[in-house]
């Protein structure tokens, strides 16, 4: 599974301006956590002109979406994108990707990560280890855990489907702002976590506090520390 990457921004905090840029991976699209109204009136109209039996279904996928979303944006997720891949048998993975930031409510996101990656130091067995990225100082979470699925509705007489998932998270600290950026990669593919868990990491060295379209000495060549440097070395 090979990966390159597309060059994307954000804003922390309400800013009017990005403060981060990040690589996001090839095989991952992007969802639209802002559309706009008009979007979503045609979708509507589009789907009142389904037939009847496949009204309900596209409806049902439409609430999930906007569920979602609204859910995605209370979270202060900035970017989410689902990656698709082939699996060696054949078959397609799938994967989500986000990026999100948590305030600090005023305290110093350098030392609080400074913190965790200390204590992730101390405690092999804590399933964290510290980071030392181009960006700064972070730190790598994992775990493998159970969740609910999903597909079905939960309040249905089966329950709510549950499934195993890998969950990798890299946390660093913003640049002149109380928040920290979270890099995320769930996947149901437990065999391949170790391939994600290296997809994760390269995402993390593309994220960058500097914006990397301004003027270079050499325009085909990135500047090292850069997030294009990084997704060169990283994806290829």
Not at 21 to 26: A, E, L, Q, S, V
Not at 107 to 112: E, F, P, Q
Not at 152 to 171: I, M
Not at 176 to 204: E, F, K, M, N, S
Request: aromatic letters at 6%; hydrophobic letters at 40%.
């Amino acid at each position: 599974m090979t990966t390159t990457a597309a060059l994307s921004r954000s804003a922390v905090s309400g800013a009017a301006e990005p403060v981060f840029w990040y690589g996001i991976p090839h095989g991952y699209a992007k969802l639209e956590l802002e559309p706009p109204r008009e979007r979503i009136e045609e979708l509507v109209r589009e789907l009142n002109k389904l037939p009847p039996e496949q009204r309900a279904q596209a409806s049902q996928a439409l609430q999930f979406y906007a569920g979602m979303v609204t859910a995605l944006n209370a979270q202060n997720v900035h970017m989410c994108a689902v990656g698709y891949h082939p699996d060696d048998d054949g078959t397609i993975v799938t994967s989500t990707l986000t990026i999100s930031t948590v305030s600090t409510s005023g305290h110093s996101a350098k030392l609080v990560i400074a913190g965790l990656a200390g204590t992730a130091a101390d405690d092999p067995g804590s399933g964290m280890r510290p980071l030392e990225l181009p960006c700064g100082l972070g730190y790598l979470a994992e775990e493998k855990k159970r969740t609910v699925a999903p597909g079905r509705d939960p309040d249905s007489p089966e329950g709510p489907l549950r499934g195993d998932v890998w969950q990798g998270t890299v946390a660093v600290a913003g640049s002149g702002t109380p928040d920290i950026i979270l890099v995320q990669l769930v996947t149901p593919a437990l065999h391949l976590a170790d391939v994600y868990r290296d997809i994760l990491l390269g995402v993390a060295r593309t994220l960058t506090f500097t914006d990397p379209t301004k003027s270079a000495s050499d325009p085909d060549e990135p500047r090292a520390g850069s997030a294009e440097a990084a997704m060169r070395n990283d994806f290829g």
